[in-house]
């Protein structure tokens, strides 16, 4: 019974981790956020994010802010 909780909790963690990082405007291989242009987010490799979020301050690594839809 206590190799059920610890694996159910190790899956939960695994799966809740998984989901955070696919939420993150320049995940993976764009190598996350250079800066914010025009209210879009700029990645490391020099693309434009698809991402629906926008960001509102040219600082470099601004947070996200959720774009009304």
């Known amino acids: 019974m206590n190799w059920t909780i610890i694996l159910g909790a ?3 963690f695994a799966v809740s981790m998984a989901t955070h990082a696919a939420n993150t405007p320049c995940s993976g291989k764009k190598g996350g956020i250079s800066h914010c ?3 879009r987010f700029i990645c490391n490799d020099g693309t434009v994010s ?3 979020k926008t960001c509102m301050s040219p ?3 601004s947070q996200p802010k959720r774009r009304k839809s």
Request: proline content about 0%; cysteine-free; hydrophobic content about 25%.
């Open 50 to 52: 698809q991402s629906k």
């Open 59 to 61: 600082e470099r690594n």
């Open 10 to 12: 190790a899956l939960l």
């Open 37 to 39: 242009e025009s209210g």
